[in-house]
């Protein structure tokens, strides 16, 4: 059974930066980043592929950058110019297949169990 694995999370005031890093059991082509509220549906942050390319969210473009490493079988995602908007648990997705599109559509069979993001004013 593959793992996924989610660290960084943590507090942090409104502009600051925080690191998040997903550690995989093994190699999948599409991972991506999700986030979600209480009550709210999960929504895409960033999505990368093994051929580099990547997707964001509107909300975060420019100040979220998402990396891949296809040989350490992790993925980052550096979260800059935070706001309290930001605030939720956020969960690491992965898919071995190199099918479809690698976006927030894709029906990712991998999840980890999600690290938290505070963002305060």
């Known amino acids: 059974q593959a793992q996924l694995v989610e660290s960084g999370g943590g507090s942090v005031q409104a502009g600051g930066s925080l690191s998040l890093s997903c550690q995989a059991s093994?190699?999948?082509?599409?991972m991506g980043w999700f986030r979600q509220l209480p009550g709210l549906p999960r929504e895409g942050v960033a999505t990368?592929?093994?051929?580099?390319?990547?997707t964001y969210a509107e909300s975060v473009k420019g100040r979220f950058s998402i990396s891949k490493d296809n040989f350490g079988h992790s993925l980052h995602l550096q979260m800059d110019s935070l706001s309290p908007e930001d605030t939720a648990m956020y969960y690491c997705?992965?898919?071995?297949?190199?099918?479809?599109?690698?976006?927030?559509?894709?029906?990712?069979?991998?999840w980890g169990q999600g690290t938290q993001v505070t963002v305060s004013s």
């Open positions: 093994r190699y999948f082509y599409c």
């Open positions: 997705a992965a898919d071995p297949y190199r099918s479809d599109g690698c976006n927030f559509g894709r029906n990712f069979p991998y």
């Open positions: 990368s592929d093994s051929d580099g390319r990547t």
